[in-house]
């Protein structure tokens, strides 16, 4: 097997999952990036350099079989699979009064379920390389607010199945955490960063943890990263 390691980034065509896919590629990690439209993948792979040790493939985490043919299709390519980021999420707000059932299913399905879809299928090819499975939860899965039933049972959850998978996979070898990040600037739903966020946690300073991660002693699993702005705005 090659000393040059390959990675699954989920929802890698902007935002965390961009920065992250950079990251990855600076330091030789052959990469495979996800994104739910075909415009996002080939504007992704443009930013990107269509760089030799990228693949890019348009993936709906709801799918399973999309997913695990999309996990066998990477490792096809590359021979191996040693890091998967499981970042693909999505976010609905709304009281309950008002929150859909089209709604609360889309940010389950996508943001939970989703992860499972992901993280079952590369099961074995992270057993043979001893790998690192990184999901990008949120404080939003510790701290409930008002509007927030949705994506606070998803986030919840996910911090509870990571914690919960790290336990059951440990003994092979495999490294599980989440990373749980408080206000960053990214285009989460739909919104577009702007100067007014220069307070908040940047995508790249999420790629900084990841690579962090990644690079801990074998001994070492810090199977929970809280993270915050360091100064966020006064509430008056």
């Known amino acids: 097997m090659s000393d040059i390691k390959a990675a699954l980034i989920t929802g890698g065509t902007k935002g965390i999952g961009f920065s992250i896919a950079e990251s990855f ?10 994104g739910r439209t075909q415009e996002s993948i080939d504007k992704a792979l443009q930013k990107l350099n ?14 399973k079989e999309s997913m ?8 096809a390519k590359f021979g191996r699979l040693d890091y998967l980021i499981a970042n693909a999420g999505i976010g609905h707000f709304a009281s309950i009064e008002d929150l859909t059932y089209e709604q609360w299913d889309e940010v389950i399905d ?22 690192y499975i990184i999901t990008i939860a949120s404080l939003a899965g510790t701290n409930f607010f008002a509007g927030g039933a949705a994506y606070n049972a998803s986030k919840f959850g996910l911090v509870g199945f990571t914690q919960a998978i790290m336990l059951d996979l440990r003994k092979h070898g495999i490294k599980t955490s989440t990373i749980m990040p408080g206000s960053v600037s990214t285009y989460f739903n739909n919104r577009v960063p702007s100067e007014m966020d220069a307070w908040k946690i940047q995508p790249e300073d999420i790629a900084q943890i990841c690579l962090d991660l990644i690079k801990m002693p074998a001994n070492v699993l810090p199977s929970k990263v809280e993270v915050r702005p360091t100064q966020p705005p006064s509430k008056k």
């Open 68 to 75: 695990s043919s999309l996990i066998n299709s990477m490792h």
């Open 110 to 131: 996508i943001n939970l379920t989703g992860v499972f879809n992901t993280i079952k299928p590369a099961i074995n090819y992270l057993k043979d390389s001893k790998g």
């Open 25 to 34: 590629l600076a330091n030789n990690i052959k990469l495979c990036i996800t």
């Open 50 to 63: 269509h760089h030799e040790d990228l693949l890019g493939i348009v993936a709906d985490v709801r799918d």
